[in-house]
């Protein structure tokens, strides 16, 4: 059988290292291929999973792209020769790291793109999904706070914050993963720092309350309770919708925070707070299908306004993930 191309950016093999013989494995589909005996087996990889998923998630903030991300690591590393690696677990990190890097930065670049002549519209990208158990654990065991406040970091900075200050992987280490020299990828986890601590203490818990608040509006929408939604409204709350919204049957625009309340009570089925952008709005996306973006505004601890639009070219530029 022909061997696989190593994949590029992967250790090459030491120079050195005895020859390899070959094993003869019977795949699922009962056919019998060959695989070097320096091949990661599923096993080995297995032992350092739930590490290489804690890792993804603090770099990504999301449960399922992490998952995502350990799955392609699981296929590079697959293909590669590891029978000169003498951490394992170090090296598995540096794969999906780089792999988390490649997923920030595409990212990025979709929150950056325009799109013809339309202003793009925030990113979203779920911090609670289907799941909420297992994502719930993983948030707590990060805090929610700091996933919020790594938002503002640039792809480079959150990989070398969150595996220096996290991970305690060395500078050196990382140097090679973001192509700095190791001095430079410490200035660079410096700057992270601060701006994790001073963002931290201003602006995350802002944030982090106004997605609270957000969560909790939908879930009394969903028990129609109306006097718990009328007393998180400002008196002049406003609603709007888009014309693709308001033929969803997303309702027509409103004015004041009892015809608003009046209107989400007992409605609000298949919705999901989540965090736009670095900031907080709402979901509607029954069976995974996204179909309406909620965006909101707050005055004081109020909800001052909710925009709602559905247009598929807006929605098109919406970066989301269910599972």
Not at 90 to 95: A, R
Not at 150 to 168: G, K
Not at 267 to 273: D, I
């Amino acid at each position: 059988m022909e061997r696989v191309r190593r994949p590029t950016g992967l250790p090459l093999r030491p120079v050195g290292v005895r020859s390899r013989s070959l094993l003869l494995l019977t795949d699922g589909d009962g056919e019998t291929r060959q695989m070097d005996e320096g091949t990661l087996s599923a096993e080995r990889f297995e032992e350092h999973r739930a590490h290489l998923r804690a890792v993804a998630y603090r770099m990504l903030g999301s449960l399922s792209e992490a998952e995502d991300a350990v799955q392609e690591a699981w296929i590079k590393a697959a293909r590669a020769d590891v029978s000169g690696v003498e951490n394992l677990r170090g090296w598995l990190t540096t794969v999906v790291s780089r792999v988390c890097l490649d997923l920030l930065r595409s990212r990025k670049s979709r929150r950056e793109d325009p799109l013809d002549e339309r202003p793009v519209e925030p990113a979203v990208r779920l911090l609670r999904r289907s799941d909420p158990e297992a994502e719930l654990v993983m948030a707590d065991s990060v805090g929610l706070a700091l996933l919020v406040v790594m938002e503002a970091l640039s792809p480079v900075e959150r990989l070398a914050f969150v595996l220096h200050d996290l991970f305690a992987v060395p500078f050196a280490d990382i140097a090679p993963i973001v192509d700095r020299s190791p001095e430079t990828t410490q200035r660079i986890a410096s700057r992270a720092r601060r701006r994790v601590r001073d963002q931290g203490e201003a602006d995350a818990g802002d944030r982090l309350r106004r997605f609270r608040a957000v969560d909790a509006f939908m879930q009394a929408a969903r028990d129609g309770e109306f006097a718990t939604l009328l007393s998180m409204l400002d008196p002049e709350a406003t609603y709007r919708p888009d014309e693709a919204a308001r033929l969803l049957g997303a309702g027509t625009e409103m004015f004041g925070a009892r015809a608003i309340a009046e209107a989400f009570s007992g409605a609000g089925q298949w919705t999901q707070a989540v965090l736009l952008n670095g900031d907080v709005g709402v979901v509607l996306a029954p069976r995974g299908k996204l179909r309406l973006v909620l965006t909101v505004s707050f005055k004081g601890d109020r909800i001052a306004a909710i925009e709602a639009f559905a247009e598929p070219e807006r929605l098109a530029a919406v970066e989301l993930r269910l599972p």
